[in-house]
């Protein structure tokens, strides 16, 4: 998923943890259902590879830690 022009970082954990809740409310009582995601922000001075890339380290990370859960990697140095 890609959001443009976000001005502040809680929506970002927001929206995160919304997707999280939406997709344990999916589970049918027998079957896990779980996510790991990666979330990268930056401003727009870098690419979309580096974007995506720090988006997929995000999400191996939280793998690495069992999963069900998101991660962010900041490629920026300014505070949103």
Do not use: C, P, W
């Not at 998923?1 to 939406?22: G, K, P, Q, T």
């Not at 079957?31 to 995601?37: E, G, V, W």
């Not at 998101?70 to 949103?80: D, G, N, P, S, V």
């Amino acid at each position: 998923i890609l959001i443009r022009n976000v001005l502040a970082l809680d929506y970002l954990h927001e929206s995160a943890v919304n997707l999280l809740n939406s997709i344990r409310k999916l589970q049918n009582g027998t079957d896990d259902i779980s996510a790991s995601i990666g979330v990268s922000v930056t401003d727009s001075s870098t690419t979309y590879e580096k974007l995506f890339k720090a988006a997929d380290d995000a999400m191996y990370e939280v793998k690495k830690r069992g999963g069900n859960d998101y991660a962010m990697h900041k490629l920026f140095t300014e505070t949103m």
